[in-house]
C-alpha cells in the first residue's frame, strides 16, 4: 500500500507539471511567434520481485516479474512546426516562412520568431515590442552588401536626400522636310546635374550636314549644343542626323562629347541624346523632350524591406531607391536544444548547436515574408484534450491514494 501511494503521488506531481504546461501554451495562444510546448513522461525504476529463468530440457523458461514505481517528466520541448502568417499591410512586420530566426542584441544575443519592428529615435531598426537591435549587415558606399563579414546593428539614416545626373535625354517628334537648306529649329531641354539641380540647354539642328553643304545632301540635319540660340555659338557636343527618302530615321554621328557645366559643387556630366524616335517629314517641326533620366534632389519618404531576401532599401520622394542592408536570419541543428527567456525570445543551448547565420532563403534558411507575422503556432483543440487528459490522470492518481488510505486503515482495525 505504501508503495502504491508513492506511485500515485509520482502522477499527480507530473500531472501538475503538464497542466502547467498546457496553461502556459492557453496562455500564449495569440504571442506572436510563440512556440507552443509539449510533454513527454517516462515510468520510473521497476523493482525487481524475480528475474524469471531460462528454458530446460523439461521446463520452460519463466519471465521477470518486477513493479513498476511510478512515473516521471521525461522533457519539456519546444514545438517548432510554422504558425500561421498573419497579413498587416505593414511593410516592417516580418516572418519566416521555414526554418530560421531573427536575430536581436549584439551582445548576449537572443533569437526569435516575432519580427515586428520599427525604427528608434537613433535610427536603429529594433524589435518594437523588446527595443532590442536587430542584427544583418549594412550596405557599402556603392550599395553593395556584403554577407560573409559578421552581422552588426541596423542603423539607418532617413534625413538623406538624393538625386540623379541626367545621362540620356530621348527626343521625339519631327523636323520639317520643308526647311529651307542651312535653315534651324531650336529646342530647349531641361537636364539635373548631380546635385538635383535643373540646368537648360537648347540644340539647335540645322538642315543639311554642316553650313553651306551642297544643295543635293537634303535627307541630313547637323545639331549642335549652343549657349545663345540667337548667336549659334557651340557650348558642348554635336553631330549629324541622317534619314531616308521617306523621312525616317536611319543613323546619327555624334561629334564631340556633350559636357554640360552645372552648378556650384557638382560634377560636370555627360550627356547622349537619343534621336531615333525623330522623323523627318513635310509636317512643321515639332520637336520635344519625350522623357530623361536624371531625377531632383528627393528626400526619404519610406523604408522598405523585401520579401524572401529581407533587403533594406529606401524610397525617395523623386522615385529612387537606395540599398542601405540586409536583415539576417540564424539557424540551428538542433532548435529544440534552446532555451527559452523572456520577449519570445530564445538563448542557445548546450545541445542547440551554434547558429548558422546568412541571408534569408539560402543555406537552409527560410524567406523572410514581409507585412507578415507568424502567429503562435499553439493548437487549442489540442491544448484543451491535453487538460482533460491532465485532469482525469490526477482524479485517478488520487483515487489510488484514497483506496490505498482506506486498505490501511482497514489492516489498523485489524486490531479491533
Same mark, same amino acid.
Given at each position: 500500500?505504501?508503495?502504491?501511494?508513492?506511485?500515485?503521488?509520482?502522477?499527480?506531481?507530473?500531472?501538475?507539471?503538464?497542466?502547467?504546461? *498546457?496553461?502556459?501554451?492557453?496562455?500564449?495562444?495569440?504571442?506572436?511567434?510563440?512556440?507552443?510546448?509539449?510533454?513527454?513522461?517516462?515510468?520510473?525504476?521497476?523493482? %525487481?520481485?524475480?528475474?524469471?529463468?531460462?528454458?530446460?530440457?523439461?521446463?520452460?523458461?519463466?519471465?521477470?516479474?518486477?513493479?513498476?514505481?511510478?512515473?516521471?517528466?521525461?522533457?519539456?520541448?519546444?514545438?517548432?512546426?510554422?504558425?500561421?502568417?498573419?497579413?498587416?499591410?505593414?511593410?516592417? =512586420?516580418?516572418?519566416?516562412?521555414?526554418?530560421?530566426?531573427?536575430?536581436?542584441?549584439?551582445? &548576449?544575443?537572443?533569437?526569435?520568431?516575432?519580427?515586428? %519592428?520599427?525604427?528608434?529615435?537613433?535610427?536603429?531598426?529594433?524589435?518594437?515590442?523588446?527595443?532590442?537591435?536587430?542584427?544583418?549587415?549594412?550596405?557599402?558606399?556603392?550599395?553593395?552588401?556584403?554577407?560573409?563579414?559578421?552581422? =552588426?546593428?541596423?542603423?539607418?539614416?532617413?534625413?538623406?536626400?538624393?538625386?540623379?545626373?541626367?545621362?540620356?535625354?530621348?527626343?521625339?517628334?519631327? @523636323?520639317?522636310?520643308?526647311?529651307?537648306?542651312?535653315?534651324?529649329?531650336? /529646342?530647349?531641354?531641361? *537636364?539635373?546635374?548631380?546635385?538635383?539641380?535643373?540646368?537648360?540647354?537648347?540644340?539647335?539642328?540645322?538642315?543639311?550636314?554642316?553650313?553651306?553643304?551642297?544643295?543635293?545632301?537634303?535627307?541630313?540635319?547637323?545639331?549642335?549644343?549652343?549657349?545663345?540660340?540667337?548667336?549659334?555659338?557651340?557650348?558642348?557636343?554635336?553631330?549629324?542626323?541622317?534619314?531616308?527618302?521617306?523621312?525616317?530615321? /536611319?543613323? =546619327?554621328?555624334?561629334?564631340?562629347?556633350?559636357?554640360?557645366?552645372?552648378?556650384?559643387?557638382?560634377?560636370?556630366?555627360?550627356?547622349?541624346?537619343?534621336?531615333?524616335?525623330?522623323?523627318?517629314?513635310?509636317?512643321?517641326?515639332?520637336?520635344?523632350?519625350?522623357?530623361?533620366?536624371?531625377?531632383?534632389?528627393?528626400? /526619404?519618404?519610406?523604408?522598405?524591406?523585401?520579401?524572401?531576401?529581407?533587403?533594406?532599401?529606401?524610397?525617395?520622394?523623386?522615385?529612387?531607391?537606395?540599398?542601405?542592408?540586409?536583415?539576417?536570419?540564424?539557424?540551428?541543428? &538542433?532548435?529544440?536544444?534552446?532555451?527559452?527567456? =523572456?520577449?519570445?525570445?530564445?538563448?542557445?543551448?548546450?545541445?542547440?548547436?551554434?547558429?548558422?547565420?546568412?541571408?534569408?532563403?539560402?543555406?537552409?534558411?527560410?524567406?523572410?515574408?514581409?507585412?507578415?507575422?507568424?502567429?503562435?503556432?499553439?493548437? %487549442?483543440?489540442?491544448?484543451?484534450?491535453?487538460?482533460?487528459?491532465?485532469?482525469?490522470?490526477?482524479?485517478?492518481?488520487?483515487?489510488?491514494?484514497?483506496?490505498?488510505?482506506?486498505? @490501511?486503515?482497514?489492516?489498523?482495525?485489524?486490531?479491533?
Amino acid at each position: 500500500m505504501i508503495r502504491s501511494m508513492y506511485t500515485a503521488i509520482s502522477s499527480l506531481n507530473l500531472q501538475q507539471k503538464y497542466l502547467d504546461v *498546457v496553461s502556459n501554451n492557453l496562455a500564449n495562444s495569440n504571442t506572436i511567434g510563440f512556440k507552443a510546448s509539449r510533454v513527454l513522461s517516462q515510468d520510473q525504476f521497476s523493482q %525487481m520481485m524475480s528475474p524469471g529463468s531460462s528454458p530446460t530440457a523439461t521446463q520452460g523458461g519463466v519471465n521477470p516479474i518486477q513493479i513498476g514505481l511510478g512515473v516521471s517528466l521525461g522533457y519539456i520541448s519546444s514545438n517548432f512546426t510554422q504558425g500561421v502568417l498573419q497579413s498587416t499591410g505593414r511593410n516592417m =512586420d516580418l516572418g519566416i516562412q521555414g526554418d530560421g530566426f531573427f536575430i536581436y542584441g549584439n551582445e &548576449n544575443r537572443r533569437y526569435s520568431r516575432e519580427g515586428s %519592428m520599427s525604427l528608434d529615435m537613433d535610427g536603429y531598426l529594433v524589435n518594437s515590442a523588446s527595443g532590442l537591435r536587430t542584427q544583418g549587415w549594412l550596405a557599402d558606399a556603392s550599395g553593395a552588401i556584403d554577407n560573409n563579414i559578421p552581422v =552588426d546593428d541596423i542603423s539607418i539614416v532617413t534625413d538623406n536626400t538624393l538625386a540623379r545626373a541626367t545621362a540620356t535625354v530621348n527626343l521625339g517628334g519631327n @523636323l520639317s522636310a520643308g526647311t529651307a537648306l542651312n535653315g534651324t529649329y531650336n /529646342v530647349t531641354m531641361g *537636364v539635373y546635374d548631380s546635385l538635383g539641380a535643373l540646368q537648360t540647354a537648347t540644340v539647335q539642328f540645322t538642315r543639311g550636314a554642316t553650313a553651306g553643304v551642297t544643295p543635293n545632301i537634303t535627307t541630313q540635319w547637323s545639331w549642335a549644343l549652343v549657349n545663345d540660340p540667337a548667336t549659334a555659338v557651340a557650348e558642348a557636343g554635336g553631330g549629324t542626323i541622317t534619314f531616308d527618302e521617306n523621312g525616317q530615321y /536611319v543613323s =546619327d554621328t555624334p561629334g564631340a562629347p556633350i559636357v554640360l557645366q552645372t552648378s556650384t559643387g557638382a560634377d560636370a556630366f555627360d550627356l547622349t541624346i537619343d534621336f531615333s524616335k525623330l522623323t523627318m517629314l513635310s509636317a512643321t517641326s515639332t520637336v520635344a523632350v519625350t522623357s530623361q533620366d536624371g531625377l531632383p534632389a528627393g528626400t /526619404v519618404t519610406d523604408v522598405y524591406i523585401s520579401p524572401n531576401d529581407g533587403i533594406i532599401s529606401l524610397m525617395y520622394s523623386n522615385g529612387m531607391s537606395e540599398q542601405v542592408g540586409q536583415v539576417a536570419l540564424a539557424r540551428f541543428n &538542433n532548435p529544440t536544444g534552446l532555451m527559452k527567456a =523572456d520577449d519570445t525570445t530564445f538563448l542557445p543551448g548546450l545541445n542547440s548547436g551554434d547558429p548558422q547565420i546568412g541571408a534569408g532563403n539560402t543555406g537552409g534558411r527560410g524567406s523572410i515574408a514581409a507585412s507578415y507575422l507568424e502567429a503562435s503556432n499553439v493548437d %487549442m483543440a489540442q491544448e484543451f484534450t491535453n487538460m482533460i487528459l491532465a485532469q482525469r490522470g490526477f482524479q485517478a492518481s488520487s483515487r489510488v491514494i484514497t483506496t490505498s488510505d482506506e486498505i @490501511l486503515q482497514e489492516l489498523v482495525n485489524l486490531k479491533r
